[in-house]
């Protein structure tokens, strides 16, 4: 079974150029989530997804951030214009289910990740 | 969710038995323990959760106390391939995953 699938693995851009990163999860997987993990810290979740509905996007700079996941699959994470500050690990995730219905909330399969540098 | 306290780092022998401790002193009734790990470079991955009794699978066991106030997660064997960084996370119903500094575990030969 393939797992999280997450591209492109490596970007560098200069600061004030837009970015994307693509995010196929788990086949069957209702919850999508993005987390960004700066150097030596954990992971921080951006934004959570229920299907197509983003449930979750109080941590999701609205200003130069965005997310969609049309159809319910595959999911999309832009940064427009990028800022230095913006150089970390995205990482996407999924999951069966958020605890609706009885389902556990905290078995999450994670991708590598996308590495962004900005200069 | 209830917040967790974990060594920043920790060394082990290969082959032997790494015992990775986690406080979480505040934890309810309701919510869960959980572990991950993250080797360098990728993302991280589920190890295992319990909320009272003790749970063992092919990755690992966790052993929490009686009183929940605090867990440890084993690796019976371990080897190079273990070295990474451990996440112990409370998690309540519904609640979002939320991971602190970890501890860092470095197998040694």
């Known amino acids: 079974e393939a797992g999280v699938v997450q591209s492109p693995r490596y970007k560098i851009i200069e600061k004030k150029q837009p970015v994307a990163f693509w995010c196929n999860p788990i086949?069957?997987?209702?919850?999508l989530y993005w987390y960004l993990q700066n150097l030596g810290q954990g992971p921080e979740l951006l934004i959570r997804?229920?299907?197509?509905?983003?449930?979750?996007d109080s941590q999701l700079p609205k200003d130069r951030f965005s997310a969609e996941r049309l159809k319910g699959v595959d999911s999309t994470l832009k940064i427009q214009p990028a800022e230095l500050g913006d150089s970390a690990v995205y990482l996407c995730?999924?999951?069966?289910?958020?605890?609706?219905?009885?389902?556990?909330?905290?078995?999450?399969?994670f991708g590598e990740g996308s590495r962004l540098t900005v200069l | 969710d209830a917040k967790t306290t974990q060594p920043p780092s920790m060394d082990c022998a290969e082959g032997r038995a790494a015992n990775l401790p986690c406080n979480h002193s505040?934890?309810?009734?309701?919510?869960?323990v959980y572990w991950y790990r993250q080797i360098h470079s990728q993302g991280p991955q589920y190890i295992i959760h319990g909320l009272k009794n003790n749970e063992t699978n092919e990755m690992a066991s966790l052993i929490i106390t009686e009183d929940r106030k605090s867990s440890t997660l084993i690796l019976p064997h371990a080897t190079l391939r273990d070295t990474a960084v451990y996440y112990c996370?409370?998690?309540?119903?519904?609640?979002?995953?939320?991971f602190g500094a970890g501890t860092i575990l470095r197998v040694k030969s």
């Open positions: 997804y229920e299907n197509e509905e983003a449930v979750d």
């Open positions: 995730a999924s999951s069966q289910g958020t605890g609706r219905g009885g389902m556990n909330t905290g078995e999450l399969f």
């Open positions: 996370i409370v998690l309540g119903y519904g609640n979002k995953l939320v």
């Open positions: 505040t934890i309810s009734g309701n919510e869960y």
């Open positions: 086949s069957g997987h209702n919850t």
